[in-house]
């Protein structure tokens, strides 16, 4: 099953998508994770990314292109995949689609701008594996260590509130048109996004259609 996460900064792509992983047995493909990754191992990409990131504006397409196109081939995509945070501008979907790359799902969580800032302060992220908390709704089991892998959890630089402001303008400019480009394909699914984190779960997997 290959499945797209769509939704503003913050609706909850990262948190949902690594429980449908866990559930379902399939990785997910987090582009803010592998750039975040790049930028921590200085690698050309890394350079390359840092300050689109910093200033909560989009990577180019292309560099985010070609580490998908990568990342899907690889043998644990197989069995289906679940894509958080990219494609994130319609240049990213079609060209997705013209790769051949199936999609069966997309699930656009749906959180208005006023309940995202309060997240967006609260979230902590792994430095290790990427996976994202919250100090209130959300807390790692022990206080700055990440619950799957034991690394730290710090803020991010990029979740400061007048960031938030400018990824959330970027979202509404650029990438909300997706949920019409994934709609003409009868693929789009929307679910509550402003709901307790297992509700939102739930209703995920019913929609695609996961019951056992
Ligand atoms: P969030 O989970 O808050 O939506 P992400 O971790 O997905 O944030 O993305 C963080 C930043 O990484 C974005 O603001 C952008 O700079 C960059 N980025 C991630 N994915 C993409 C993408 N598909 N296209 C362009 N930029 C991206
Ligand atoms: P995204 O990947 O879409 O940017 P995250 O999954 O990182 O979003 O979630 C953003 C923040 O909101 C995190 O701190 C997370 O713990 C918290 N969060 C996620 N889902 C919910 C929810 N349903 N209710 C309240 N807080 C949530
Ligand atoms: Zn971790």
């Known amino acids: 099953m290959n499945i797209i996460l769509l939704g503003a900064p913050g609706a909850g792509k990262g948190t949902q998508g690594e429980m449908i992983s866990k559930r379902l047995g399939i990785p997910t493909i987090s582009t803010g994770n592998m750039l975040r990754e790049a930028i921590k191992n200085q690698t050309a990409l890394g350079m ?11 990577v180019p397409d292309e560099l985010v292109l070609d580490i998908v196109a990568e990342r899907v081939t690889q043998p644990d995509c197989s069995k289906g995949f679940i894509m958080d945070g ?5 240049p990213q979907a079609e060209a997705i689609d013209a790769k051949g790359v ?29 996976a994202s908390y919250h100090i209130v709704n959300n807390p790692t089991k022990v206080e700055g260590i990440c619950d799957s892998c034991g690394g730290e959890v710090a803020t991010r630089k990029d979740d400061e509130p007048a960031t938030v402001l400018n990824r959330l303008k970027v979202y509404h400019e650029t990438t909300e048109v997706l949920k019409d480009y994934y709609a003409k394909q009868g693929k789009l ?12 779960q739930a209703d995920i997997l019913k929609t695609i259609g996961v019951t056992e």
């Not at 990219?86 to 319609?90: D, E, F, G």
């Not at 929307?190 to 939102?200: K, R, S, T």
Request: hydrophobic letters at 35%; charged letters at 35%.
């Open 48 to 58: 390359q990314v840092k300050k689109y990131m910093d200033e909560g504006a989009l």
């Open 86 to 90: 990219v494609p994130r501008t319609v």
């Open 102 to 130: 199936r999609i069966d799902h997309v699930v656009s969580l749906e959180v208005d701008d006023e309940a995202i800032a309060s997240r967006m302060s609260g979230r902590r992220v792994c430095t290790k594996c990427g």
């Open 189 to 200: 699914r929307l679910v509550c996004g402003d709901q307790p984190i297992e509700d939102a």
